[in-house]
């Protein structure tokens, strides 16, 4: 089965690497196409003479819902790939995304190495992928993310296309929906990648956090039979009020439940349960009709 490989990119800096490494897989000629979408004011892609790779220029900037819609509707093969561009396929990747495909699971997602290249780096991928950890043992999941996610196009079409109107948590959004059409997400491990993204400060991870729990509320409401704790995201006071105690138990469930891994990584604890607090900030802050305006309300 030949793959087709979605890529939403803003100016990726480091998508040229990302392509190497694809390039560098195994299972390379299953690959019918690469497909980026978004920008490229650097001109980066220029340098690519790779013919299997198309950018789609989307002429202004667009969240990735919506590349990764426009990604779906002109992609050629059935099996869609979506990796983020500044995700980092590791050797086996897609041959592992290939064998679970082929054992009969049709919503697929790859581990996340649990590493960063500064301090706070590190802090949000530990806080914000620790149950999809490269370390973690394979299985079926409520929700996947689409940083790292194979979906067969049959599954596309009965439950639609990613939700644009969400700021964030698509990804969440659109992968509870098939397990709720009976499509159960399955979670392989050894579909690796690594992380390397821009947020390296505590201002660019608070405000990331933030922003994702004030439009993950919204997800989270939306199928409160899914997801714990629900109920406190009703009421927006007493969640702000409640953050620290509700910060703090999250981080101590995600340290007992890899504890090994925090017996080298402890510094990142307190970064951790900053995180917390900083998603429930921003799941207490009200409703605005542009998003933009609240990210602007964030330090």
């Not at 995700?87 to 064998?99: D, T, V």
């Not at 997800?219 to 009020?241: C, D, T, W």
Request: net charge positive; with cysteine.
């Amino acid at each position: 089965m030949k793959v087709s490989i979605i890529i939403p990119s803003l100016n990726s800096p480091i998508i040229v690497t990302v392509l190497e490494k694809i390039n560098c897989q195994n299972e390379h000629e299953a690959i019918g196409e690469i497909l980026i979408v978004g920008k490229d004011d650097l001109h980066l892609l220029q340098k690519v003479k790779d013919p299997l790779v198309r950018l789609i220029d989307t002429g202004t900037a667009v969240n990735a819902a919506k590349a990764r819609n426009i990604g779906i509707q002109q992609a050629r093969h059935d099996l869609l790939i979506f990796l983020d561009s500044d995700c980092l396929p590791q050797p086996g990747w897609l041959a592992e995304h290939l064998r679970v495909q082929a054992a009969g699971h049709t919503v697929v997602g790859g581990g996340v190495a649990p590493t960063g290249s500064n301090y706070w780096s590190l802090a949000y991928n530990l806080t914000l992928f620790h149950e999809f950890f490269a370390t973690n043992p394979s299985g079926t999941k409520t929700y996947l993310p689409t940083l790292n996610l194979s979906v067969h196009r049959e599954v596309i079409k009965i439950v639609g296309l990613l939700n644009e109107s969400l700021g964030r948590g698509q990804d969440i959004e659109w992968t509870t929906r098939m397990q709720k059409a009976g499509f159960t997400p399955f979670f392989a491990p050894k579909a690796t990648i690594i992380h390397e993204h821009s947020r390296k400060s505590l201002t660019a991870v608070w405000h990331d956090c933030a922003r994702s729990g004030h439009h993950m509320r919204q997800v989270r409401m939306q199928y409160p039979e899914l997801f714990k704790g629900s109920q406190i995201l009703q009421n927006r006071l007493a969640l702000l009020l409640l953050s620290p105690a509700i910060a703090l138990a999250i981080t101590f469930n995600i340290v007992r439940k890899h504890f090994k891994l925090f017996q080298k990584q402890w510094l990142t604890i307190p970064a951790i349960y900053l995180t917390k607090i900083a998603w429930c900030w921003g799941a207490a802050a009200p409703p605005l009709m542009n998003p933009k305006q609240f990210d602007k309300s964030l330090p």
